[in-house]
């Protein structure tokens, strides 16, 4: 074969840099922006975190209207003092220039002692030999973040099988029941029996109903469960009156004993965007403290004409990234409130009379009504959040697929499971509804629903069965 040129066309997209930095940008939250821009200020001189420019401004969150929109007619007024309560700034101005005035020491949550922690903590005071210290320390490592021993004690016989001789399993046994004594009572425990009887047996004797429920978590925790008390009477030689009181002193314990121990740390949300009412208008305004405010530092800019041709061409290149960083702000900026523009829009039915008047709603029609693809929507809607005088929700909160009503129409997933909730709270506690119940009734006020997609709306809202609601009530 002979060596050819060969000249062909062909169409690529391909992501420059500042489209990708964009991008990134639009998809963090306002903890994870701030981090991300204090980073980049320290690597280019040229950027000040905080600072006033014309070109580090925030667009001005408007009131979020349009010539060609038609707000809702008022029907309950929004108290004027609510936005000042709420809102950071206190109005809907732009937010005032940072100055080093407005620093202070923030608040640092305590460290939270964790379940292993506090565990090994009472080891130490304990008086264990160094063989059960040993045994100890290996049980405390395999309890679960509820307090159990899921997997028994053959993993912890495994990890101490260094000792010699080897601890049998009589022998982690022994050391376990101490381990259960320790706070709070019931941990290293096997299963659910085991934890309610050591937490009894540590009651005093005189607790009324004491022994009577030792026998019921003993045998008879799926009778108590059912909460049948005349059979368990029946089955315990006991009378009604004392199976109720040992229910309740069973009721009174903790079944996962370790679960106070939680070690994630409390999660701050500080909302993005802010949805007023004045005037009888829905108006959506970007939060002051949305974003950090940036500029450009203007002494190394001045240095730029008369430093040396590599150091001038090293603060040129920073001057470009500053200002690309800035148009990105901008943009995210931007996109952010039309899109809280657009959600509001939609959704102030929900936001004047509640969830039950909440809309359908899919990333695809905001889309098309901005403009935009789909996947922008979807980074600008995952961990940005919007006040409203309903509470603080995240915008994805507002987008829930629809089901077919008599007239026509949809309603959206939320709604239906905002009626679910209600119809279930209206209802006689000594004839609940069931879940072809709740298909009558929502079928009865015009919504096509399947009485499987009920089921699946009630457990999503964590609504027990309506044999279970009867018997607790």
């Keep these: 074969m002979k060596p050819g040129i060969q000249l062909k066309l062909h169409q690529q997209l391909a992501l420059t840099p500042q489209l990708q930095q964009a991008i990134r940008l639009l998809q963090l939250s306002q903890v994870e922006l701030e981090t991300e821009l204090r ?35 008022p029907e309950t007024e929004f108290e004027a003092d609510s936005w000042d309560e709420h809102a950071p700034g206190g109005s809907l101005e732009a937010p005032t220039p940072y100055s080093d005035e407005d620093d202070e020491p923030e608040h640092q949550d305590a460290v939270q002692e964790g379940l292993r922690d506090h565990l090994m903590w009472q080891l130490n005071l304990a008086r264990f030999s160094d063989r059960d210290r040993a045994i100890a320390a290996a049980i405390i490592d395999a309890i679960d973040p509820d307090g159990y021993l899921r997997e028994g004690l053959e993993p912890v016989q495994a990890a101490v099988s260094g000792l010699h001789p080897s601890p049998s399993l009589e022998e982690i046994e022994s050391v376990r029941h101490r381990v259960q004594r320790f706070e709070p009572a019931g941990v290293a425990s096997v299963d659910l029996r085991d934890c309610l009887s ?30 049948d008390f005349q059979k368990l009477a029946r089955k315990l030689d006991a009378e009604p009156e004392e199976v109720v009181a040992a229910a309740t002193l069973i009721r009174g314990l903790d079944p996962r004993p370790g679960s106070a121990f939680d070690p994630a740390p409390t999660e701050y949300i500080a909302p993005d965007a802010y949805a007023v009412k004045t005037d009888g208008r829905w108006r959506v305004a970007l939060s ?14 001045d240095l730029i004409s008369r430093a040396r041709r590599t150091d001038a061409a090293y603060l040129r290149g920073q001057l470009q990234e500053a200002r690309w960083l800035m148009k990105s702000l901008k943009a995210r900026a931007d996109t952010l409130f039309r899109v809280a523009q657009a959600i509001v829009r939609t959704q102030s039915a929900f936001l004047d009379y509640g969830p039950e008047a909440m809309k359908p709603l899919v990333l695809r029609e905001v889309a098309d009504e901005l403009g935009m693809h789909e996947s922008t929507i979807s980074r600008v809607t995952t961990r940005k959040y919007l006040h409203t005088p309903r509470g603080t ?18 309603a959206s997933a939320t709604a239906i499971q905002a009626m679910i909730r209600k119809l279930v709270a209206e209802e006689d506690s000594r004839k609940p509804l069931s879940d072809q119940g709740l298909t009558s009734e929502l079928n009865k006020r015009g919504i096509k629903v399947a009485r499987r997609t009920v089921a699946k709306y009630r457990e999503a809202l964590r609504i027990p069965s309506s044999a279970e609601r009867q018997r607790a009530g």
């Design 393 to 410: 929700f995240e915008f994805k909160h507002f987008f829930s697929s629809g089901v077919a009503t008599d007239d026509g129409g949809t």
């Design 198 to 227: 050591v937490q009894l047996q540590q009651l005093d004797d005189g607790a009324e109903g004491r022994a009577l429920a030792l026998r019921i978590v003993g045998g008879e925790l799926e009778l108590l469960a059912r909460r």
């Design 39 to 73: 980073e980049l200020a320290e690597t280019n001189p040229l950027l000040e975190i905080d600072g006033t420019d014309e070109q580090g401004e925030l667009p001005e969150s408007g009131d979020g209207e349009t010539g060609e929109e038609t707000a809702p007619e």
């Design 288 to 301: 002051p403290n949305c974003q950090p405010r940036l500029a450009i530092n203007r002494h190394y800019c």
